[in-house]
């Protein structure tokens, strides 16, 4: 009897999944289907327009396959950006955000089917990519990064819910979707943010660069730290009198922590343009690698590259995590503050990581102390502790040890529908929710 051999092929998987549709749905259902046949009509076309099939659909995702790997990010970027221009045009608590998981690999044919790791590796990379963003794996990175003009940024190796080895993950960079106009397919040689270009422009240009940038954060800039060792001249060498007296170079970034770490601090651990060594055995013998803190809201990736081990910092065991910042209490609070406070104490805030696009939930203390309990981007949880008031001017405040950087996040209160939301100041949508 001969045996019926299961059909491969090598594929690119494109998957996306509407970002909070339970929540869409229970508000207002009907609306909610209208809005998602609307979006669904935009998708259908761009994966046709761009050679790819879809294979599978349940309720509010799309399974899509390319033969392309560059086609796939190509559609997964013009889908973002003609949804956020039809999102635009929608009342903001109806709005629906796609997240897109892009996979290459190696997948099980069934009739007009798809299975295996190569599908459920991209459906895992759209569940941490952040609303209205893309999410790509490392084998679809090595095959665009030198062909599309987009700047994508490393968010390490992420272990995945049934998938046995962690995958190595990249997340685009928010301010690449406007990068092109909608609809345009022309390859540009040269990724927007190459490595190679980091180390060939070296430390100087990372320094010009997080200065230039830190003036356009609205956040408040990291402590500076002690500046790295500078390199020594050579001994019984006067310098001649024409030439000025080496000056010790400033250093290129806040430090993070004086300590060298084993590994990479998480995503939205480290700061925006802070700085810390790694040994993780990376880079040559008597070097380091350093890392820069990047930004996820203005598409600033971080920056790696190996430099000199500083002379006071002989190799050592290092500790395998990164060290907690220090909260900054907020305002003394006087008689004034604890009445803005009091209607608060005991509330729930709830609301999703613009870095993970993960739920969090605040618990708000009396005495402006408060917990938020945050879901990781892989799995389980973690607890982050620090302090909360209320401006004078009736903006909510938090202060974490790590959530958010460590930096003071403020937000607008406003009374919706008898109850109490917090938006940005350009209204963003996702609003956290106060809850008793």
């Known amino acids: ?37 609307a979006h669904r009509v935009v998708i259908d076309r761009l994966i046709a327009r761009h050679d790819g099939r879809i294979f599978n659909i349940a309720g509010d995702s799309v399974l899509a396959e390319f033969g392309s790997a560059v086609e796939a990010v190509r559609c997964a970027i013009t889908i973002q950006e003609e949804l956020r221009v039809r999102n635009a045009q929608i009342d903001e608590n109806r709005r629906m955000d796609f997240r897109i998981g892009i996979n290459v690999g190696d997948v099980l ?51 995945m819910k049934n998938i046995p080895e962690p995958v190595s993950a990249f997340r685009l960079a928010p301010s690449s979707i406007t990068k092109q106009a909608p609809g345009a397919t022309r390859s540009v040689r040269g990724w927007a943010l190459p490595v190679a270009a980091v180390a060939v422009v070296g430390m100087a240009g990372a320094g010009f660069f997080y ?21 020594s001249s050579t001994p019984g060498q006067p ?32 700061p925006t343009g802070a700085s810390v060594l790694i040994d993780d055995g990376t880079c040559p013998t008597g070097q380091l690698k ?80 408060t917990e938020v309990k945050i879901e990781l981007a892989t799995a389980g949880f973690t607890v982050d502790r620090g302090t909360w008031w209320i401006e004078p001017n009736g903006h909510f405040c938090v202060r974490y040890v790590h959530f958010a950087g460590g930096n003071i996040v403020c937000r607008e209160l406003s009374v919706e529908g008898g109850g109490i939301k917090a938006y940005t100041r350009d209204h963003r949508p996702n609003p956290w929710v106060f809850k008793k």
Do not use: H
């Open 290 to 369: 350093q890392i820069i803190g990047g930004s996820v809201t203005t598409g600033q990736p971080r920056l790696r590259s190996c430099v000199p081990r500083p002379a006071d910092m002989p190799p050592s065991a290092a500790p395998s995590a990164a060290p907690a910042l220090p909260a900054s209490a907020p305002l003394q609070l006087d008689s004034a503050a604890l009445e803005r406070m009091r209607p608060y104490i005991g509330n729930a805030v709830e609301g999703i990581s613009n870095v993970t696009g993960k739920p969090f939930v605040m618990t708000l203390k009396a005495g402006g102390i």
């Open 109 to 159: 044919v069934d009739g007009d089917n798809l299975y295996g790791d190569g599908v459920n590796i991209a459906a895992r990379l759209e569940s941490i990519a952040a609303p209205g963003s893309i999410c790509i794996s490392g084998s679809v990175f090595a095959l665009v990064k030198n062909k599309l003009s987009y700047g994508f940024e490393d968010i390490g190796l992420q272990s």
């Open 1 to 37: 009897m001969t045996e019926v051999r299961q059909q491969r092929r090598l594929a690119t998987i494109l998957a996306a999944d509407v970002f909070g549709y339970s929540r869409l749905t229970a508000e207002n259902e009907e609306d909610a289907l209208r809005t998602l046949k």
């Open 211 to 231: 200065w230039s940038e830190r003036g356009k954060e609205r956040i408040a800039a990291p402590v500076a730290a002690p500046p790295v060792a500078s390199a």
């Open 239 to 270: 310098a001649s009198p024409a030439t000025p007296p080496a000056r010790k170079p400033e250093p290129l970034a806040p430090a993070f922590t004086t300590e060298i770490l084993k590994t990479e601090p998480a995503i939205g651990q480290l």
